[in-house]
């Protein structure tokens, strides 16, 4: 028979053990999370700073995780394809071809940004096939991302300021499109 104080103790272990499985990871948690994945990253800091402030919607879910890292990158790679296309117009003739294919490279990268969240938020849906072969989907298209953005650059010679611009803002993008690459990594190795 167990005493009043026993029956109480118990009361407060059941309290105690419900409240660390019902009350959701605070903020403090989810930054620690984001900060902890970002690490995994080339760029930390970037990192960081561009996905932390979803840290209420991604809590600790490695796969929103993932989700976010594609969509922050998805922006930033069209506003840089739309830049160096405005700059092809301001630049020397000299310069068509480059930016002709620099702005195809960077146009077939953003499709495949596209194409790497539409995995995602299919595996979320629990469609698109199993984890494995999704997550080679998404790594496939983000990688494919990677290669088509830093081949936009192989045609600008000779260097000079015209290039140098170029090769900043598709670095940018580069980095971002890495970041997304490295968290969804990160996803599949917690899965």
Same mark, same amino acid.
């Given at each position: 028979?167990?005493?009043?104080? =026993? ?18 990871? &605070? ?11 970002? @690490?995994?990253?080339?760029?930390? %800091? /970037? ?9 209420? #919607?991604?809590?600790? =879910? ?20 739309? %830049? #160096? ?25 953003? %499709? @495949? ?9 299919? /595996? ?15 790594? &496939? ?9 830093? &081949?936009? &650059? ?27 690459? =490295? ?9």
């Amino acid at each position: 028979m167990k005493t009043p104080i =026993s029956q109480l103790l118990s009361l407060l272990l059941l309290l105690l053990a419900a409240t660390f499985f019902l009350i959701p990871p &605070t903020l403090a948690a989810a930054t620690d999370f984001i900060r902890s994945a970002c @690490n995994t990253t080339d760029n930390p %800091d /970037l990192c960081y700073s561009s996905i932390s402030p979803y840290a209420k #919607v991604i809590k600790q =879910s490695p796969a929103v995780l993932a989700r976010i890292g594609i969509t922050v990158a998805q922006p930033v790679i069209r506003r840089v394809a739309s %830049d #160096v296309s405005a700059l092809s117009g301001k630049a020397n003739s000299s310069y068509a071809g480059a930016f002709s294919v620099c702005e195809e490279t960077l146009g077939t990268a953003v %499709d @495949n940004v596209g194409d790497a969240l539409s995995w995602m938020r299919q /595996l979320e849906e629990g469609k698109g096939g199993s984890f494995e072969y999704v997550i080679k989907a998404v790594n &496939t298209q983000l990688s494919g991302a990677m290669t088509n953005e830093m &081949t936009c &650059t192989d045609e600008f010679e000779p260097d000079g300021p015209v290039k140098k611009e170029v090769v900043d803002r598709v670095t940018y993008a580069f980095e971002f499109t890495g970041i997304a690459l =490295s968290l969804v990594t990160y996803y599949a190795n917690h899965h």
